[in-house]
């Protein structure tokens, strides 16, 4: 078994030496039709429309989701379902739209990929760590029904930050679970879309290029992610006009959407990456081109058991990095709680307008909750960590009269309970940190609570311990 | 076992090139060089002979000195094995920062005190708190006879070098080390809890600036030939390498003296300073007349074992005796009331 990883790894670096030296693949593109006796007249076999479709559609429905009145709202209602389960044409992208110095090329998802929808593409396990006992879609379906009617996306009596609970858990159990537990898993077994055949007839591509495309569309890099700087690659999804014309690849004066854009874990993986200890936005797209490099190098063959090895090997790298890239962001989000809840207590307790605080804290744990549903999508069992990581965050945050959501009654109504103080539940997002940080290698922690504790005791060293006088 | 040789050369390598080490060669250096002033300044004979006394060569050879060095390096390879499951500081901290977030029931971290005067303050108090905590767990390893068995290691030493300072009993060394963690934990724990990332130390060479002025003022010579002494009010106040040459002498009126690693206060407080006394000679030891294999592996190692089982038996066999007078005293009560 060692020898088999040893060699793997051997013939990994070989490979990664020679794309570098040889082929250079420094982007994800220019892959060339390897399929046999294609009749088109393609020149890539690159295609990820339909995921980059879906990107788009998660970005609007977020959008969607914070233009509530606080009333009952069907249309608006209608409207996010469109987005969500419907596949209709003429939808238009609400986000990320142009804006002045940062034209799109996009502006209606027909223009990716047509008869897309999130809905269908859900994971379908049940959710631990929301109540009811739900589905991934049955939970996207409540949130999206809840946003509707939500102020702005705020549920202030219990604490729900819908927006962010939707994006935060869709981006998990539709991206990452589809990349992960599907086309980097069951899919690169060897006689599911074999790469003798064109994934479908007609198709430039075959069935292994098509599946690791499809993988790649979901993490939502731009194609030259693997060398472009975090901040940069921050700045990209932020629209800046000033990173433009790095942005703008093949030089049409737009942004491409397919291309050229930054989405969902991508963009996470540079939100880390940008404090310099970590590297997960390069380590992942270069992983993903990598691998495509190996299908391509095929020629339209059978890959070989020892090919496909070598592809999992690439798989395995970018499912363990995507897996960072949640628990980075749930990190740091569990200590912006932590800070947000003192603050909050503070100003109860000198009986100040805490309006303000609260939004940012119920903000703060929507961004949390969802990423810590979305890390348990991934096909894997957590076990026990799972447990303790949604009973510590909880159903909602702990609310100003110390009460938190228990669960939901058959209406749908969300049913309270006293629960503990706002200062023992900042102590719960500091446990949140460290059962994290136990699990993961996490290397960016951003918003380290408990940093201070161990730079200290690194700091003091060990050198007197055992000294006798 | 190549990752544990590496850890193990690297350990031990450790000992003389890190700055947190009492053995660190710049340390080292520094006592050489105070202890060759103070050589000249009272030299009595020759150049050559002061220098040669200076050196000490006998001591370093000695078979005390010798059984010193087999001990440092059969320890290393047992810390290394044992050290990891021991209490970490880090894991006391984070109980001590948690449970006073439960228990004072809130955290308010905005202080107006200047970051300054939190680092002064937690260089200062982690300094005070170490040295009582050595100070007091010294004196119990005097007190009570089972824990005494196992310092005894550290007291057989005939001759002192700089390296007898490592001269102990593993269990002792694993007992210093849970110390260190309670005591390191408690100060981070404690000030990361009111003063957030505030909290600093103040370092010269990573070492606690307090420290590392000890160690450069000659800590080594505590463990030497060189009998360095200060002012008599100044050791009210610091243990001077003389006073602990006192602490490892074999004289009765000098037992149970000068606990104290760095501050002489504690032994004021307790009672147990003892000045040091100028012209007399100090034999070092635990009895005048040694006795034979004293210095052997086999003593130093496994004799403090036998002992303190003997003790913590009798004890027990005494505490037994005990429980059953009181139980008879209870039967003999009961029935006089029938």
Redesign the interface.
């Known amino acids: 078994m060692k020898l088999t990883r040893l060699f793997s790894a051997i013939a990994i670096a070989t490979l990664s030496t020679a794309a570098l030296t040889a082929t250079a693949a420094t982007n994800y593109a220019d892959f060339p039709v390897t399929v046999k006796d294609y009749q088109g007249d393609k020149t890539s076999s690159i295609s990820y429309g339909g995921q980059i479709a879906r990107q788009v559609l998660h970005t609007s429905l977020m959008k969607l989701s914070k233009t509530g009145n606080g009333a009952a709202n069907p249309e608006l209602l209608a409207q996010m379902q469109a987005y969500f389960s419907g596949k209709d044409e003429g939808r238009a992208i609400l986000a990320p739209v142009s804006q002045e110095g940062f034209v799109l090329a996009q502006s209606k998802v027909d223009e990716l990929s047509k008869g897309k929808n999130l809905a269908g593409k859900t994971y379908k396990g049940v959710i631990a760590g929301w109540p009811g006992k739900k589905t991934g879609v049955e939970v996207l379906e409540f949130l999206i029904e809840k946003a509707a009617s939500a102020d702005a996306g705020f549920d202030y009596s219990n604490g729900m930050d819908y927006p962010q609970l939707i994006s935060k858990f869709a981006m998990g159990a539709i991206f990452y679970n589809q990349a992960v537990d599907n086309y980097l898993d069951e899919k690169l077994a060897a006689d599911v879309k074999p790469n003798d055949k064109p994934y479908k007839d007609g198709a430039a591509y075959t069935g292994k290029e098509h599946v690791w495309d499809e993988a790649f569309g979901y993490f939502g890099a731009p194609i030259n992610a693997a060398g472009l700087d975090a901040k940069e690659a921050y700045a990209i999804a932020k629209g800046k006009k000033e990173i433009f014309a790095t942005a703008d690849l093949n030089g049409n004066g737009k942004i491409d959407l397919d291309t050229e854009m930054l989405y969902a874990h991508a963009y996470y993986a540079a939100g880390a990456d940008k404090a310099g200890k970590s590297n997960y936005l390069n380590v992942i797209t270069k992983a993903f081109i990598d691998g495509r490099q190996l299908i391509t190098d095929a020629k339209g063959e059978k890959l070989s058991a020892a090919q496909r090895s070598d592809l999992s090997a690439f798989a395995d790298v970018i499912k363990t990095n995507w897996e960072l890239v949640i628990a980075e962001a749930a990190f740091k989000y569990a200590g912006s709680v932590y800070g947000d809840a003192?603050k909050l207590?503070?100003g109860v307790?000198k009986n100040e307008d805490v309006k303000a605080a609260f939004k940012k804290y119920i903000h703060h744990w929507g961004e949390l909750k969802g990423f810590s549903m979305a890390l348990q999508t991934g096909g894997k069992d957590l076990g026990g960590f799972a447990v303790s990581l949604n009973r510590l965050i909880g159903y909602s945050p702990v609310l100003l009269g110390n009460t938190q959501v228990t669960g939901i009654d058959a209406k749908g109504n969300y049913q309270q309970e006293s629960s503990i103080?706002l200062?023992?539940f900042?102590?719960h997002m500091?446990k949140v940190q460290?059962l994290l940080s136990d699990k993961y290698p996490l290397k960016a922690r951003l918003n380290d609570k408990?940093?201070?504790?161990?730079a200290?005791?690194a700091?003091?060293?060990?050198?007197?311990?055992?000294?006798?006088? | 076992m190549e990752q544990f040789l590496t850890q193990y050369w690297n350990d031990i390598s450790a000992l003389f090139s890190n700055s947190q080490q009492r053995l660190f060669w710049g340390y080292l250096l520094s006592a050489s060089f105070i202890a060759a002033l103070f050589s000249l300044k009272t030299r009595t004979g020759t150049l050559k002979t002061t220098v040669k006394t200076a050196l000490g060569l006998p001591h370093w050879l000695s078979k005390s000195a010798r059984a010193d060095y087999q001990l440092i390096l059969i320890n290393k390879a047992i810390y290394l094995l044992f050290n990891p499951f021991l209490l970490g500081k880090l894991t006391v901290a984070t109980l001590i920062f948690e449970t006073m977030h439960l228990s004072l029931g809130h955290r308010n971290i905005e202080t107006e005190l200047p970051e300054w005067l939190i680092v002064m303050g937690f260089t200062l108090f982690i300094f005070i708190f170490d040295d009582f905590a050595r100070f007091y767990t010294h004196k119990i390893m005097h007190e009570i006879p089972w824990l005494w068995e196992f310092h005894k290691t550290h007291h057989s030493a005939t001759s002192l070098t700089p390296l007898t300072v490592l001269r102990t009993h593993p269990v002792e060394g694993m007992l210093f080390a849970i110390r260190s963690a309670l005591v390191q934990g408690i100060s981070i724990g404690i000030f990361v809890f009111c003063f957030d990332d505030k909290v600093d130390l103040f370092t010269v060479l990573n070492v606690n600036i307090i420290l590392f002025m000890f160690n450069l003022a000659g800590a080594n010579l505590r463990h030497s030939h060189i009998s360095i002494h200060y002012y008599p009010w100044l050791e009210k106040i610091l243990i001077s390498p003389a006073q602990h040459h006192i602490h490892h002498s074999t004289a009765p009126r000098h037992f149970d003296k000068n606990y104290g690693a760095i501050l002489a206060v504690w032994d004021r407080l307790f009672n147990t300073l003892h000045l040091s006394e100028a012209g007399t000679t100090i034999q070092y030891g635990i009895a005048r007349d040694q006795k034979e294999g004293e210095q052997s592996l086999r003593a130093l190692y496994l004799s403090a074992f036998a002992n303190s089982f003997k003790i913590l038996k009798s004890r027990l066999y005494k505490y037994r005796l005990f429980a059953r007078k009181i139980k008879i005293k209870d039967v003999n009560k009961n029935t006089n009331h029938l």
């Open positions: 003192l207590q503070a307790e103080s200062n023992e900042a102590l500091l460290k408990l940093e201070n504790l161990s200290l005791a700091k003091l060293g060990t050198g007197k311990s055992t000294e006798n006088d």
